[in-house]
């Protein structure tokens, strides 16, 4: 860990947006192993799970904008103030998503990944790993409601953050009140919790692992492939792809998506 994250900016004077940083500075030390865990239990992240070169980048602008010169100083601050805390922690964990997010995985999902579901007489458990504001959950609702299976699918958000799985719920009672029994969330580490029980017909996880080690990226994948029932779809982000998909019992569907082998 502390080989890759060497290269921290120095303390800049400007007041700026933390994460909007140019990465310009001169390079500094290494972060001590013992300071990132400690900034880790500030901010309620698993920071060991995620690449170096990610993790880094989004501590070097922290530091370049906020003028620390250390992780620790930069831990003060996050203990002190919650909103640099919640800013810090939707930086590294990069909650990013918008409804019809990469239109095209949608299209192949109402056009040929959700119709053999639909074949299927029980119940449709479909799971959104990494939700973010629930976006996801709402596109995948709308397209079940259009195929008129909504009525027999129970849907599932999880996600690291509980102030993203707070916005999911008041967009659920602004925007989607008639989908609101349907919908379910929760928060999950995806890295230390696993799989929620029960087994899955259609599991989304996009542009989470790309931000993982390869070794916790690795586990996570198997740990998704094995919540799938027989037939079940993993999709994952169009910038991601399965190391070894047939050591975890999948066939390929469709770009960036998986079906476990019957």
Same mark, same amino acid.
């Given at each position: 860990?502390?080989?890759?994250?060497?290269?921290?900016?120095?303390?800049?004077?400007?007041?700026?947006?933390?994460?909007?940083?140019?990465?310009?500075?001169?390079?500094?030390?290494?972060?001590?192993?013992?300071?990132?865990?400690?900034?880790?239990?500030?901010?309620?992240?698993?920071?060991?799970?995620?690449?170096?070169?990610?993790?880094?980048?989004?501590?070097?602008?922290?530091?370049?904008?906020?003028?620390?010169?250390?992780?620790?100083?930069?831990?003060?601050?996050?203990?002190?103030?919650?909103?640099?805390?919640?800013?810090?922690?939707?930086?590294?964990?990069?909650?990013?998503?918008?409804?019809?997010?990469?239109?095209?995985?949608?299209?192949?999902?109402?056009?040929?990944?959700?119709?053999?579901?639909?074949?299927?007489?029980?119940?449709?458990?479909?799971?959104?790993?990494?939700?973010?504001?629930?976006?996801?959950?709402?596109?995948?609702?709308?397209?079940?409601?259009? !195929? +008129? @299976? *909504? #009525? =027999?699918?129970?849907? /599932?958000?999880?996600?690291?953050?509980?102030?993203?799985? &707070?916005?999911?719920?008041?967009?659920?009672?602004?925007?989607?009140?008639?989908?609101?029994?349907?919908?379910?969330?929760?928060?999950?580490?995806?890295?230390?919790?696993?799989?929620?029980?029960?087994?899955?017909?259609?599991?989304?996880?996009?542009?989470?692992?790309?931000?993982?080690?390869?070794?916790?990226?690795?586990?996570?994948?198997?740990?998704? !492939? +094995? @919540? *799938? #029932? =027989?037939?079940?779809? /993993?999709?994952?982000?169009?910038?991601?792809?399965?190391? &070894?998909?047939?050591?975890?019992?999948?066939?390929?569907?469709?770009?960036?998506?998986?079906?476990?082998?019957?």
């Amino acid at each position: 860990m502390r080989n890759v994250l060497r290269g921290l900016f120095k303390p800049s004077a400007v007041a700026v947006d933390p994460f909007r940083v140019p990465h310009t500075a001169t390079p500094s030390t290494a972060i001590d192993a013992e300071d990132l865990a400690t900034l880790g239990r500030a901010c309620g992240l698993p920071l060991g799970a995620f690449r170096g070169e990610h993790l880094g980048k989004q501590l070097r602008s922290s530091l370049a904008a906020t003028g620390c010169g250390s992780i620790a100083e930069l831990t003060e601050l996050v203990q002190a103030d919650p909103r640099l805390r919640e800013r810090l922690r939707a930086a590294i964990a990069n909650s990013v998503t918008a409804a019809r997010r990469d239109p095209q995985q949608f299209k192949l999902l109402e056009e040929q990944l959700l119709p053999p579901l639909l074949q299927g007489k029980g119940t449709l458990r479909i799971w959104s790993a990494g939700c973010s504001d629930g976006s996801e959950l709402f596109d995948l609702a709308g397209l079940l409601d259009d !195929a +008129g @299976a *909504l #009525g =027999r699918s129970y849907l /599932l958000g999880s996600d690291l953050l509980p102030e993203n799985l &707070d916005k999911a719920r008041r967009a659920a009672v602004t925007k989607a009140p008639e989908l609101t029994s349907r919908l379910r969330w929760e928060q999950r580490d995806l890295t230390v919790d696993g799989a929620p029980s029960g087994t899955w017909s259609l599991i989304l996880c996009r542009n989470v692992a790309i931000y993982m080690r390869p070794d916790v990226r690795d586990r996570l994948h198997a740990t998704l !492939a +094995g @919540a *799938l #029932g =027989r037939g079940g779809i /993993l999709m994952v982000g169009r910038s991601e792809r399965i190391r &070894d998909p047939r050591a975890l019992g999948l066939q390929g569907a469709g770009p960036h998506a998986y079906r476990r082998q019957p």
